[in-house]
């Protein structure tokens, strides 16, 4: 249409995408006036602009704008919300997903995009390991990039189909874990007779009221903590020199550490949690004796703006 409106005819629109011409179809009545690769934005407007009106980029298309790390694998595909009543059909590299409840967009270089907590509820419908989605999940939160309020609400506002492992996995991120091997640790811990569940990532101070660390898991009344010790499980806002100084830490307020590592979680679980069965056993107070235990502050959940 915008090449009719300029007077460009349908011949020479034609004799443009032939060979001889410079210019080349990208998707049906749409034409980069270029030849050769188009870029990732190149192609975010192109089905943008082949979707239609009230058209937003979703999906992992949308993470992407934020580097979310863990995705399912890229495609290719541009993956757009659309209205459900929109009569365009899947094409070439643009993937729809429709919707009667279309969200405000936020805007980016002149695209509209899906709130970060709709683009990750979208995606994860589509993921069949549950693995997977606790990483996604636990990434989107602990990078603040959305909140779990956030994702609960497009949870229960959407279909009920491709739920069952976002609503587990946001569970456990409801809960207090960070990481898919975080989850992993509490499906081994919940399998013990007798073990109370720990509190997540919760801020522990010592007697005097001085900071000690954020353990993954933490007994307070046994001063009972459990650490989940990978470079990859600290990429963000961690260091692997930091996780040493914190264990030093707690060893100094008396704490014990159990130092985890995700390979274990899953290749011996069993043994791994008799180890965690007997620690605690070992630390419950004596009858009779006061256990002063360590202060617990549980921080606030950041819901950022705008999502």
């Not at 034409?31 to 188009?38: N, Q, S």
């Not at 934020?66 to 009543?85: K, W």
């Amino acid at each position: 249409d915008q090449a009719l409106a300029l007077g460009i005819s349908d011949d020479a629109i034609r004799h443009r995408i032939s060979r001889e011409g410079r210019w080349q179809r990208v998707l049906p009545g749409l034409y980069a006036t270029f030849r050769g690769e188009l870029s990732a934005q190149d192609r975010c407007r192109a089905a943008v602009l082949y979707a239609g009106a009230d058209a937003q980029l979703t999906g992992p298309t949308a993470l992407r704008q934020f580097r979310v790390r863990y995705l399912p694998q890229d495609d290719g595909s541009v993956h757009v919300l659309v209205a459900h009543a929109t009569s365009r059909q899947d094409c070439g590299f643009v993937a729809f997903t429709r919707t009667t409840r279309l969200p405000r967009p936020w805007w980016r270089d002149g695209l509209p995009w899906t709130p970060v907590a709709r683009a990750a509820v979208e995606t994860c419908r589509d993921m069949r390991e549950l693995r997977a989605v606790r990483a996604l999940m636990a990434e989107v939160v602990q990078r603040k990039l959305a909140g779990v309020r956030q994702l609960e609400h497009e949870l229960a506002a959407g279909e009920s189909a491709g739920s069952a492992l976002p609503r587990r996995a946001l569970e456990d991120v409801g809960r207090g874990c960070r990481s898919a091997p975080e989850c992993e640790l509490r499906d081994l811990l919940r399998t013990s007779r007798f073990l109370p569940e720990p509190l997540w990532n919760a801020t522990v101070l010592d007697d005097d009221g001085r900071f000690v660390g954020v353990p993954d898991g933490w007994w307070p009344a046994i001063r009972l903590a459990l650490e989940v010790n990978s470079r990859e499980h600290h990429l963000y806002g961690d260091s692997w020199e930091r996780t040493m100084d914190r264990q030093a830490r707690f060893a100094a307020a008396g704490i014990l550490v159990i130092p985890l590592f995700p390979g274990r979680i899953r290749r011996d679980g069993p043994a791994l949690l008799r180890e965690i069965e007997s620690a605690y056993l070992r630390l419950q107070p004596t009858a009779g004796l006061h256990d002063p235990g360590a202060v617990t502050r549980a921080g606030p959940r950041v819901e950022p703006p705008g999502s």
